[in-house]
């Protein structure tokens, strides 16, 4: 598949996937394959930071290249490591060249059978979230232009995820919002019910369902829902 | 984002939160920048119910009442529409598009209704209904605007709720919106005064403030400081001295 069509491809199958049910795994996973595809790579992996800024393993297009993706973190060292926190590309880095740098990561990643590593950031607008991380058997260097393919496709994949991001965070904060509006809806109904029913004023009220709350070892929205659906009379409240 | 509105919207915005102005901040600046009669703010989508954040007047109000009682409106629809909403005449609209709310906005001196959906992305909090006395289309300009506010409108809100202790509602939100809690309050009231369920005293509540012709915050408060009061026995409602109200 033509380079430029390999990279639109890729960009319409991620937009597919920002909907609802968006799988993080499932479109990195789809990113990794591809780079296998269409670059002279041999295995692909992706690391992405969680909220506490540790690198998690997510996806890879083989088993080997899991395992040495996981031993990057367990030791931390390695191309992912060190690029995930420069945020500055590793490319074409020679593993029989770099047991300085990687002491124990170098060994390990020989004995697998590779032979040069990349690494490319995935960041956008001076964030780094990740690292999509490229190993290579063959000798002999990456050209320019598969470093470009890889990285726009790490590129694409941060988009696709930032998006989603924010709109999880959105949908959380949506979903506590109503929670909170129809609590103090429900609440403020029952102040309502109580004040006319004890014949008292409205802090007298929300006194009642607050004590009752309390001593019943309750929630507040528990007990005015329990007084607003006539499961508790307000008569019947503690005061 | 277009830059230079935004920072005309938030000068807008700051402007209103110096001079103290009333209506909700956000509802005003929304009616202000688009240049319109009014504004509301609706929170609710498919499922949830419905409930207005704030109005920029109190026509708007009059006409967030109308919606929210009827569920009918182009507020309601944007809560769930794709792209905006609109009836750019409504004394002459085809009258099946919103039965029951067509007269009473007219009534209420609506020419043209607008509704914008409030969203980020799939996440729907809900819509920006706007009115202009005057029948008419919105220009571009006007359009692009409302979007633009909508936008602000949601990220607002949700910012707001991210500072607020869980179950609760933000204390800047409470600050920010024009919340009717006496609504439910009175409410609750008639409730227990006409043994029906809060749901249908709700519905009674918003029947009764449109026949006698008061915006329904008014009956509202009416009721919780007790000067008006639902009397099962004749099913009608009285003040005070027992003659009806």
């Known amino acids: 598949m033509a380079r430029e069509s390999l990279l639109i491809a890729t960009i319409v199958e991620l ?32 690391m992405l930071a969680s909220p506490g800024g540790e690198l998690q393993f997510v996806a890879s297009s083989s088993e080997s290249m899991r395992i040495l993706e996981l031993f990057q973190i367990q ?3 390695g191309p992912c490591v060190d690029c995930f926190r420069d945020g500055v590309a590793i490319v074409n880095r020679d593993l029989a060249d770099s047991y300085d740098q990687w002491p124990v990561f170098a060994p390990r990643a020989i004995a697998h059978g590779f032979h040069s590593v990349h690494s490319l950031p995935m960041r956008l607008r001076g964030r780094t979230i990740g690292a999509l991380n490229l190993f290579r ?18 590129d694409v994949a941060t988009i696709a995820i930032l998006q989603h991001r924010t709109s999880l965070d ?31 004023d409205m802090d007298d009220a929300f006194s009642r369902l607050r004590t009752h709350a309390r001593n019943h070892n309750l929630g507040l929205t528990e007990v005015a829902n329990m007084v607003v659906s006539n499961a508790l009379a307000a008569t019947d409240l503690d005061s | 984002m277009p830059t230079d509105r ?19 901040a956000l509802c005003s600046v929304a009616a202000d920048l688009t240049d319109l009669s009014g504004a509301g703010i609706v929170l609710g989508s498919a499922g949830r119910t419905m409930t207005t954040f704030c109005t920029s007047n109190n026509a708007a109000q009059s006409l967030m009442d109308i919606e929210t009682m009827l569920g009918e409106g182009p507020g309601v629809d944007a809560c ?8 750019v005449n409504l004394p002459t609209a085809h009258k099946a598009r919103w039965l029951a ?6 009534s209420a001196g609506a020419g043209a209704v607008f509704g914008f959906p409030v969203r980020i992305g799939a996440v729907r909090l809900g819509a920006l209904s706007l009115f202009r006395n005057e029948p008419g289309t919105l220009t571009e300009t006007q359009s692009s605007d409302a979007y633009l506010m909508s936008s602000v409108i949601a990220r607002a809100i949700l910012s707001f709720q991210a500072g607020a202790l869980p179950g609760t509602l933000a204390a800047e939100l409470e600050r920010e919106a024009t919340f009717d809690f006496s609504v439910h309050q009175a409410a609750g009231m008639v409730a227990v005064q006409g043994s029906m369920s809060v749901g249908d005293a709700l519905v009674a509540l918003r029947a009764h403030a449109f026949a006698i012709g008061v915006p329904l915050a008014q009956l509202a408060i009416s009721i ?12 009608t409602w009285r003040d005070d001295l027992g003659s009806e109200s």
């Open chain 1, 137 to 154: 058997s063959k000798l002999g260097l990456l050209d320019k232009e598969d470093v470009a393919l890889a990285q726009g496709l790490a």
């Open chain 1, 15 to 46: 937009a597919d996937n920002l909907v609802d049910d968006f799988d993080v795994i499932d479109v990195l996973t789809v990113l990794s394959r591809r780079c296998v595809d269409a670059i002279d790579v041999d295995a692909v992996g992706v």
């Open chain 2, 224 to 235: 919780v400081v007790r000067d008006i009061y639902f009397d099962p026995n004749s099913d």
């Open chain 2, 101 to 106: 709310y067509t007269p009473l906005a007219v």
């Open chain 1, 170 to 200: 959105a949908k959380v904060l949506n979903d506590q919002l109503s929670y909170a509006l129809n609590s103090r809806i429900i609440i403020e109904q029952a102040k309502g019910m109580v004040s006319q029913a004890t014949r008292s």
């Open chain 2, 6 to 24: 935004l920072t005309t919207i938030f000068e807008l915005l700051a402007r209103h939160e110096r001079t103290g102005a009333e209506g909700g």
């Open chain 1, 75 to 77: 030791v931390d060292e």
């Open chain 2, 80 to 87: 769930s529409s794709e792209g905006s909403v609109d009836e």
